[in-house]
């Protein structure tokens, strides 16, 4: 980066709609031509598990005149093979979406991971401040774990089966296409809706609205199951990993059992696993249970789909 071009990379916190944290602020090249900025990873040792992707949030900086655009591209490269592009997504938002990409064809392998922020297909620069963030490596597909606890331990995915009545499980994310009906939905106890206290929610950066009431009886352990309709425009971009976030400024309670149902023409549904944390906003509060926030703190959360 000589400076002649424009084009820079480099960490900073970041502002990207409602949400700031640590990230790597990048904008391609401006001055003199157009083109990309791109990040090159050291070797990195992809692990032989199911459903393993490579998983991150991009978008654009706060400020500026409204962007056309940056398009985010992964590329994997393999000693002695040509880079491929695992995935990419052409984003204009001032809010964070996740980009994951299926690393399925490099399990156990070793590859570096070149990310690049480009102008995109109209070469058009302006406001392009494009910024990544969350960058890792998950695994889409439960793995069976074995360890010794002394008490009862909660897992973090439950299967819909275990439901009641059980709910046969997604087979992919292309299952939310052919629905009717898709719903958030989760059990809540102490949740209020009222104007002071109630809570809202994001999917993948898109706005849910209010939550409605889920208060249950925290005084006899009681759940409320609930469930929040999904906008279309919201399913047709869910994607392996799907990040739900919470935000409420007052109220006490707690939640848990997060999933997305679908519904389909012939009245049957499915379920993605349950994500079955139990969080507890906040932490003092006297009914608190499982992992606790503190008061005003977003509750964030990764709903997994299967590809």
């Known amino acids: 980066m000589d400076g002649k071009s424009g084009a820079y990379v480099h960490t900073e916190t970041v502002s990207c709609g409602d949400g700031t944290r640590k990230a790597w602020a990048i904008h391609p090249p401006y001055m003199g031509g157009t083109g990309y900025a791109f990040m090159l990873s050291e070797p990195v040792a992809v692990p032989d598990l199911p459903g393993i992707a490579f998983s991150s949030e991009v978008g654009i900086r706060n400020g500026g005149d409204k962007s056309d655009g940056v398009l985010y591209r992964v590329f994997v490269q393999e000693d002695g093979q040509q880079e491929k592009l695992a995935g990419e997504i052409n984003w204009a938002e001032r809010r964070w979406t996740p ?10 392998k070793t590859v570096r991971f070149r990310l690049v922020a ?19 490596l998950v695994s889409t597909e439960p ?21 009641t009545p059980p709910i046969e499980k997604i087979r992919s994310v292309d299952d939310f296409a052919k629905a009717t009906k ?19 929610a994001t999917l993948n950066g898109v706005s849910l609205g209010r939550l409605p009431g889920a208060g249950g ?5 009681i759940w409320k199951t609930v469930s929040v309709p999904i906008f279309k425009e919201i399913t047709t971009s869910l994607q392996s990993v799907n990040r739900l976030k919470i935000v409420s400024a007052e109220d006490s309670f707690k939640i848990r059992r997060f999933r997305l149902v679908a519904t389909f023409p012939d009245g049957s549904q499915r379920s993605t696993m349950l994500t079955n944390r139990t969080i507890s906003h906040p932490g003092s509060w006297k009914y608190a249970e499982g992992e606790s926030t503190t008061l005003g703190k977003p509750i ?7 590809r």
């Not at 480009?118 to 963030?133: E, H, I, K, L, Y």
């Not at 793995?143 to 089966?161: F, G, N, S």
Request: net charge negative.
């Open 99 to 108: 980009l994951v990409c299926n690393l399925s064809p490099w399990r156990g």
């Open 118 to 136: 480009d102008v995109g297909p109209n070469d058009n620069s302006s406001a392009d401040w494009a910024a990544w963030s969350e960058i890792r």
């Open 143 to 163: 793995i069976l774990q074995t360890t010794l606890h002394e008490t009862p331990v909660e897992l973090t995915y439950a299967l819909p089966t275990d439901l």
């Open 182 to 200: 898709v719903e958030l939905v989760y059990d809540g106890c102490g949740m209020d809706a009222s104007d002071r206290y109630h809570s809202t």
């Open 217 to 221: 009886d925290e005084t006899k352990g």
């Open 300 to 306: 964030e959360v990764d709903i997994i789909i299967p």
